[in-house]
């Protein structure tokens, strides 16, 4: 994500909030000055927050120090110092848990860092957006993949080298992690039916496709069949079913739910990816048409406001367009930022719930759609 833009912090108001979350992102955008001590700060500092009526601002450490104030020499580290204090030790507990045939325990991972099991548990989530033990589980389930796709490794052998310690506890998760069972994903998706059928709206070729839990991937783009070769990638070796007149009806549901976002989308999905992914995805799902949020914010509703960087990966992964709107996070600034169907989709797409949430009525051939 981009840093903010000096208008970010353009008036006092936005400073002092700055200064009170002792926001890193704003050191090099100005400084704040103590009267009643005659020291300057930079807004992460940890120094102890001063009364409101004593602070002034200053866009530069030399404006401060024209004014007559001096730099604070507080003893001890700044927040950036910290904050790269922790992302080392946080990184560390990563490697160990990687490493590590058995998810080591929270105080043993607690003690690798010198924290409190308390503390470490909630550094390690703001750093990384997961807790310790969903950290490893997604990285369980990498592993299986991996040793899935491992020739001459059996099923049985890939769920122990996944460090699972028993057949049952992985059965009981395997659904969750893969999306199907282990020899189908090992076979390429071989045993799953999925049904599709690409159609035409005003934003180009859509594809949809439903597996047996529900939708699994809505596409966007410019060549028909290029959507259908990504849905093969996804699935080489599963059974895709083109839809009869049933499915396409679905399609056009799909298609009429995108050039009217009021009309909402009441089906289920089939939503596959990592913990913290589905805790972004979700957050997606609560935000109303005609709103948009930036990826900083998304990153502190669902409780890991450092990982603003990893939610715009969260969304760049998403493969079931509009219904889990993507389109609606910009960056902080308000740019449109990047999309997977593309910025000119993602800006219509604003448009068209701006219009609805506005109330003037969508031109007449708005809603024209053509399945095939």
Known sequence: MASPTPSAYATDEARWQAVRTRDANADGHFVYAVRTTGVYC?????????????????????????????????????????????????????????????????????????????HFHRVFKAETGLTPKKYAAAQRA????????????SVTDAIYGAGFNSNSRFYATADQMLGMRARDFRAGGLGAVIRFAVGQCSLGAILVAQSQHGICAILLGDDPERLVRDLQDQFPKAELIGGDG??????????????????????????????FQQRVWQALREIPPGVTVSYAEIAARIGAP???????????????????????????????????????????????EAVVETGPAASPDATGCDTA
């Open 246 to 275: 049933n499915f396409e009806r679905l399609v056009a549901q799909v298609v009429g739910f995108i050039e009217a976002p009021s009309l909402g989308l009441n089906l289920p999905l089939d939503v596959r990816g990592t913990a």
């Open 42 to 118: 930079r807004p992460s500092s940890l120094a102890r927050l001063p009364k409101r009526e004593n602070v002034e601002f200053f866009d530069s450490a030399a404006a401060a120090e024209a004014a007559g104030y001096r730099p604070s020499f507080r003893a001890g580290v700044d927040q950036t110092s910290l904050a790269a204090a922790r992302a080392k030790l946080v990184a560390q507990a990563c490697r160990s848990i990687k490493a590590s045939e058995t998810l080591p325990s929270l105080e043993e991972l607690a003690a690798q860092a010198g924290m409190s099991p308390y």
């Open 306 to 352: 450092k990982a603003a960087r990893a939610v715009a990966q969260a969304c760049s992964a998403n493969l079931i367009a509009v219904a889990i709107p993507c389109h609606r996070v910009v960056r902080r600034d308000g740019d449109l930022s990047g999309y997977r169907w593309g910025v000119e989709r993602k800006r219509e797409l604003l448009r068209r």
């Open 142 to 153: 990498l592993k299986l993949r991996q040793e899935l796709n491992t020739p001459d490794v």
